[in-house]
């Protein structure tokens, strides 16, 4: 049986696409126009709730108790966290989707090695389970697929990818220029330096002082957070006893970090959307930051979409504070493209 909180995510998202008028026209708002109550009830089925939300005129974005949620009018990301059953959500989101006048483009699903594998319910008991839930789950239509697990040298640890399309409709679909444009960066970061996690829980002597929302600002003030991207509009939960969940938006991107501090499985994660138009400072600036915040002992990088090249500004950022990268390997997917994955490993603490 688990003996902690299962600080590893689950990824899920979902792209639509459909005609002018269900898209673009008279219903600009797309997936975002989903009710409160309907969304509500496929959380519920994932065993997580809304706590905190904000948004803009590119999308909506949602604190969850378990991780995050972003919604924009053709694209679903929701990442969970714990024993949460993310993959039955699919068929729900599929047919919210549906009856908004959009069909599903591509399905991808990521995640990394459970520490509790033991306590995850199905269809998250096994890669291999995830997958077949998947096949079974997603329209025919999307039948182009993929899944791999892409292996490390630390411990047992792998980054496991779901991929499927619609080939036909992604080639003539708008959504391919941004798929071509954009890329994900996923970090997982565990055995965080024990001071920077104690930053994640609440002074018991303040208790009913701060909860919450204000809890939240006061540690993504004192942690650094609020400078990663200090133009981001950032929505912040801070939970009891600790625990700390953040999501930012800047223009039409997000980034999220979720944190759970507790020794001995201590684990945090950052994920942020870049431009291959973006400068490698840029990004090997906030991925010096992240490390700085949490300081992890073992720490994995994937980067979805960017290229091969990848590989060299992820670890020019990261070699040169004391992290030795372990492993790097590459995989294509439909869809999302390229796959980087990469391992790096600090020092042992004494």
Same mark, same amino acid.
Request: charge should be negative; include cysteine; charged fraction near 20%.
């Given at each position: 049986?688990?003996? &902690?909180?299962?600080? $590893?995510?689950?990824?899920?998202?979902?792209?639509?696409?459909? #005609?002018?008028?269900?898209?673009?026209?008279?219903?600009? +708002?797309?997936?975002?126009?989903?009710?409160?109550?309907?969304?509500?009830?496929?959380?519920?089925?994932?065993?997580?709730?809304?706590?905190?939300?904000?948004?803009?005129?590119?999308?909506?974005?949602?604190?969850?108790?378990?991780?995050?949620?972003?919604?924009?009018?053709?694209?679903?990301?929701?990442?969970? !966290?714990?024993?949460?059953?993310?993959?039955?959500?699919?068929?729900?989101?599929?047919?919210?989707? %549906?009856?908004? %006048?959009?069909?599903?483009?591509? !399905?991808?699903?990521?995640?990394?090695?459970?520490?509790?594998?033991?306590?995850?319910?199905?269809?998250?008991?096994? $890669?291999?389970?995830?997958?077949?839930?998947?096949?079974?789950?997603?329209?025919?239509?999307?039948?182009?697929?993929?899944?791999?697990?892409? +292996?490390?040298?630390?411990?047992?640890?792998?980054?496991?990818?779901?991929?499927? !399309?619609?080939?036909?409709?992604?080639?003539?679909? %708008?959504?391919?220029? #941004?798929?071509?444009?954009? $890329?994900?960066?996923?970090?997982?970061?565990?055995?965080?330096?024990?001071?920077?996690?104690?930053?994640?829980?609440?002074?018991?002597?303040?208790? %009913?002082? $701060?909860?919450?929302?204000?809890?939240?600002?006061?540690?993504?003030?004192?942690?650094?957070?609020?400078?990663?991207?200090? #133009?981001?509009?950032?929505?912040?939960?801070?939970?009891?006893?600790? &625990?700390?969940?953040?999501?930012?938006?800047?223009?039409?991107?997000?980034?999220?970090?979720?944190?759970?501090?507790?020794?001995g499985f201590s684990y945090a994660s950052y994920e942020f959307v870049g431009s291959v138009y973006d400068g490698t400072d840029d990004i090997i600036g906030v991925l010096r930051k992240v490390v700085q915040i949490f300081r992890p002992t073992t720490?994995?990088?994937?980067?979805?979409?960017?290229?091969? #090249?990848?590989?060299?500004?992820?670890?020019?950022?990261?070699?040169?504070?004391?992290?030795?990268?372990?492993?790097?390997?590459?995989?294509?997917?439909?869809?999302? &493209?390229?796959?980087?994955?990469?391992?790096?490993?600090?020092?042992?603490?004494?």
């Amino acid at each position: 049986m688990a003996s &902690g909180f299962e600080g $590893f995510e689950k990824r899920l998202e979902l792209r639509f696409f459909g #005609d002018d008028s269900a898209s673009t026209g008279c219903r600009p +708002h797309g997936l975002r126009l989903i009710d409160s109550a309907s969304l509500e009830a496929v959380l519920q089925v994932v065993q997580c709730t809304i706590v905190s939300a904000v948004g803009n005129r590119f999308f909506d974005s949602y604190v969850l108790s378990e991780s995050s949620l972003f919604i924009y009018p053709t694209k679903v990301i929701i990442k969970t !966290c714990g024993t949460t059953q993310l993959l039955k959500s699919v068929q729900s989101l599929v047919a919210l989707a %549906g009856g908004l %006048g959009l069909s599903p483009l591509s !399905c991808r699903y990521t995640r990394g090695s459970f520490i509790f594998p033991e306590a995850q319910p199905y269809p998250h008991t096994s $890669f291999s389970d995830e997958v077949a839930y998947l096949e079974e789950s997603l329209p025919a239509t999307l039948c182009y697929r993929k899944h791999s697990a892409m +292996h490390s040298k630390v411990g047992s640890y792998s980054w496991h990818v779901f991929t499927a !399309c619609d080939p036909t409709s992604l080639a003539s679909s %708008g959504s391919l220029r #941004d798929l071509d444009d954009l $890329f994900t960066v996923e970090v997982c970061m565990t055995e965080l330096d024990r001071a920077q996690a104690r930053k994640f829980f609440q002074d018991p002597r303040r208790a %009913g002082e $701060f909860r919450g929302d204000s809890a939240g600002k006061a540690m993504t003030a004192a942690t650094g957070i609020d400078q990663i991207n200090p #133009d981001a509009l950032i929505c912040d939960f801070a939970f009891e006893p600790c &625990g700390y969940s953040m999501n930012g938006i800047d223009g039409d991107r997000y980034s999220t970090i979720h944190v759970t501090p507790e020794d001995g499985f201590s684990y945090a994660s950052y994920e942020f959307v870049g431009s291959v138009y973006d400068g490698t400072d840029d990004i090997i600036g906030v991925l010096r930051k992240v490390v700085q915040i949490f300081r992890p002992t073992t720490m994995s990088v994937s980067v979805t979409g960017a290229g091969t #090249d990848s590989w060299a500004w992820v670890a020019g950022a990261l070699e040169p504070l004391g992290l030795k990268r372990r492993r790097c390997d590459s995989d294509e997917f439909p869809e999302a &493209g390229t796959v980087v994955f990469q391992t790096f490993t600090a020092p042992r603490r004494k």
